[in-house]
């Protein structure tokens, strides 16, 4: 099971990223991805989850309206469009996956990580 997670950069403020996680190894199709940040310093905070048939969504409240998760089960991608972007959103995001439904955004529940890839909003 691997998960490769990419999309990141530098971005100004009120700009846009896309990460995208690709799955090999397993069938994406039976399971649901998560979105996890974390900033220097602080804990590992789920941003976004999308179930195995993309019919639950949940968001942290700090990214609502902001960003949006999808998924291409075909293509064994989920992406995360991010806009909107401020300072506050600059972390190591990673993607996760996790047997189960609905999705969650407690990492406890997820059993396998990607590395992580760096978003960094600033002017």
């Known amino acids: 099971v691997q998960l490769q997670a990419s999309g990141g950069g530098l971005v100004q403020p009120g700009g846009s990223l896309r990460l995208s996680c690709v799955a090999s190894g397993f069938t994406l199709d039976y399971y649901g991805i998560g979105w996890f940040r974390q900033a220097p310093g602080k804990e590992r905070e789920g941003v976004a989850c999308?179930?195995?048939?993309?019919?639950?969504?949940e968001y942290v409240d700090s990214v609502k309206g902001r960003f949006t998760i999808s998924r291409d089960n075909a293509k064994k991608t989920v992406y995360l469009e991010m806009n909107n972007l401020n300072p506050e959103d600059t972390a190591v995001y990673y993607c996760?996956?996790?047997?189960?439904?609905?999705?969650?955004?407690?990492?406890?529940?997820?059993?396998?990580w990607g590395q992580g890839t760096q978003v960094t909003v600033s002017s």
């Open positions: 996760a996956t996790r047997w189960g439904y609905p999705c969650s955004l407690e990492a406890a529940s997820y059993t396998h």
């Open positions: 999308i179930s195995s048939d993309g019919g639950n969504v």
